[in-house]
């Protein structure tokens, strides 16, 4: 149980950082909200995965729910800046 605790932590973490650094702009999230962003990333990418059939038969690193989880902590990130009144600024400026 705290084992699977740590490891969505850890994969929240990497998914909402990889997310941050694709969206253009900077983003004014404090480092638990992006943690948790990205453990909803990785939740609801994981669940879409599966819901299209996907299975990792083949055991090993499952990259099509990481690649979803990215791809929806980057939409999260976009709404909770939208909704927030977070607007980032350009990068340069």
């Known amino acids: 149980m705290i084992g699977a605790i740590i ?3 850890v994969v929240g973490a990497i998914i909402g950082a990889l997310a941050r ?3 253009p702009g900077r983003q004014n999230l404090s480092t638990l909200m992006t943690v948790l962003l990205g453990i909803g990333g990785a939740l609801i990418g994981s ?3 599966a819901a299209v059939g996907y299975t990792n038969a083949n055991g090993g690193f499952a990259i099509i729910p990481f ?3 990215v ?3 980057i ?3 976009a709404i909770y800046t939208a909704l927030s009144g ?3 600024t350009p990068v340069g400026h």
């Open 7 to 9: 490891t969505a932590v």
């Open 21 to 23: 650094l694709i969206m």
């Open 47 to 49: 669940w879409l995965a």
């Open 67 to 69: 690649v979803v989880g």
């Open 71 to 73: 791809v929806v902590a």
């Open 75 to 77: 939409v999260l990130i």
């Open 86 to 88: 977070r607007h980032g």
